[in-house]
Nanobody, 122 residues
Framework: QVQLVESGGGLVQAGGSLRLSCAAS????????MGWYRQAPGQPRDLVAA???????NYDDSVKGRFTISRDNAKNTVYLQMNSLEPEDTAIYYC????????????????WGQGTQVTVSS
């Protein structure tokens, strides 16, 4: 069973920085793309940033130039460095991972972390 464990959320003042981490276990080297989503109260869960196993990245326009996603494939860990944080970044941040089926690799399963709260005060 694949598990994603997040850490690094918290309370920070506007303009500050936080670094989120998400470690995956139980994937046996079958992890593909990983990413971070966020959900503010009353809002849908939206993509923040994603990274493929080869290192290609994409970002939501609202975080480009401020956030950086990276991963350590040896540790099955994805990171989100968040700089110049704004109150609008306040949300629960969720880690996501695609994991290939061990017998039918084109089939992908989606896993989520439990979420970590990020609060940015003005």
């Amino acid at each position: 069973q694949v598990q994603l464990v997040e850490s690094g959320g918290g309370l920070v003042q506007a303009g500050g920085s936080l670094r989120l981490s998400c470690a995956a276990s139980g994937s046996d080297g079958r992890i593909g793309a990983m990413g971070w989503y966020r959900q503010a109260p009353g809002q849908p869960r939206d993509l923040v940033a994603a990274i493929t196993s080869g290192g290609s990245t994409n970002y939501d326009d609202s975080v480009k130039g401020r956030f950086t996603i990276s991963r350590d494939n040896a540790k099955n860990t994805v990171y989100l460095q968040m700089n110049s944080l704004e109150p609008e970044d306040t949300a629960i941040y969720y880690c996501h991972a695609e994991v290939a089926d061990p017998f039918t690799p084109p089939v992908k399963y989606h896993y989520w972390g439990q979420g970590t709260q990020v609060t940015v005060s003005s």
